[in-house]
């Protein structure tokens, strides 16, 4: 429908597409325009956009970074995907996504090694919109936050290995 009513592109990382032709809303397929790759470059309104592949939440989970300029200096800026998981997510012997807890391992590790200034994400929680919105035009850009990006990737993956060594201990 959003595609019908803006003539929008849609996009979906490769690891994606089977689970989304599975989707069928109101007996439509979903329409892809475009099958992405880790580390392909989506031009949007002047804006180069790359895509990262931070599989787990999902088998393409996709983050993106792209730069931004302010005041004459650039910044490096991420929308996270996500990586976390919903109750009930299984990380041992997932018998529909084996390789779920590598995905996440690997997708941490791709996340650290990105230099990021600016932290957005795809839920405002993660990087706390509702505290920094305010705060926009009263000072220093809120947004610019390196060590909350860190701080929250910390936060996810102590929660994730603890969560993956609770469902070890169950299946013991």
């Known amino acids: 429908m959003v595609k019908e009513l803006t003539g929008a592109k849609v996009m979906a990382m490769d690891r994606d597409v089977p689970a989304l032709r599975l989707m069928k809303p109101g007996g439509k397929e979903h329409p892809i325009d475009r099958i992405l ?3 392909d470059k989506v031009e949007l309104g002047g804006t180069a956009l790359v895509a ?3 599989a787990g939440h ?3 989970c996709t983050s993106w970074t792209f730069q931004t300029t302010e005041d004459g200096k650039r910044y490096d800026v991420i929308v996270l995907g ?3 998981w919903n ?3 299984v990380l041992v012997n997932n018998k529909d996504y084996p390789q779920i807890a590598d995905d996440y391992v690997r ?9 990021v200034d600016v932290f957005l994400a795809a839920h405002g929680a993660f990087y706390n919109l509702e505290e920094k919105y305010p705060k926009l035009g009263k000072g220093p850009n809120p947004f610019i936050d390196p060590a909350g990006y860190q701080a929250h990737i910390d936060l996810k993956e102590k929660q994730f290995y603890a969560e993956l060594e609770r469902q070890k201990n169950a299946l013991r």
Request: hydrophobic share 25%; aromatic share 8%.
């Open 37 to 39: 790759h880790d580390g």
């Open 52 to 54: 990262h592949l931070t």
């Open 82 to 84: 996500s990586v976390g």
């Open 87 to 89: 109750p009930g997510y």
């Open 58 to 60: 999902t088998k393409g």
């Open 107 to 115: 997708s941490f590790k791709t996340l650290r090694a990105l230099h």
